[in-house]
C-alpha cells in the first residue's frame, strides 16, 4: 500500500541520485564512494550495513551497486534484487567489475533487465 509504503534511498552523497531524492524529500541515506572503486565501495557499504536490518527489500538500481547490495543484507528473509540497464560484457565494465558483477548477481534474489538484449547477453 503507498500509505504504509516506507521506501528509502541509500546513495553516494555526491550523486546525482542523491540530490534529486533530496529534493523530492525522500527519505535518503548518504555515503562515500567511488564510481567504479570496488574496495572503497564494499567498505562505504559495510558502513552503512547496519542501517539495512529493518529493510525488507534491498534494490541495486545499476550493476555498480550489485556488490553494495550483497554487502548490506543482514537477515535471511530479506530480499535482494537489481536491475541491470546495460549488457554485463560492455566495455566499461572493466575485468574485475564483470566479475563481481556475476558473483553478485548470483546472490540476487531477483533480476530485471531492462530489454530482451540485455536480457540475452545475461543468459
Not at 558502513?47 to 538500481?61: E, L, P, Q, S, Y
Request: net charge neutral; charged share 20%.
Amino acid at each position: 500500500s503507498s500509505e504504509t509504503l516506507e521506501l528509502v534511498i541509500m546513495a553516494p552523497e555526491e550523486s546525482g541520485v542523491y540530490a534529486t531524492a533530496r529534493s523530492l524529500n525522500f527519505e535518503v541515506i548518504g555515503f562515500r564512494a567511488g564510481r567504479d572503486g570496488l574496495l572503497p565501495n564494499f567498505m562505504a557499504a559495510w558502513k552503512v550495513r547496519n542501517v539495512c536490518g529493518h529493510f525488507d527489500v534491498i534494490h541495486a538500481w545499476t550493476a555498480r551497486g550489485f556488490e553494495l547490495v550483497t554487502v548490506m543484507k543482514k537477515a535471511r528473509e530479506q530480499v535482494l534484487t537489481g536491475t541491470l540497464h546495460d549488457d554485463p560484457r560492455a566495455s566499461f565494465h572493466g575485468g574485475a567489475r564483470r566479475v563481481v558483477m556475476r558473483l553478485a548477481a548470483a546472490r540476487l534474489d531477483a533480476l530485471g533487465c531492462v530489454s530482451s538484449g540485455v536480457q540475452d547477453a545475461c543468459h
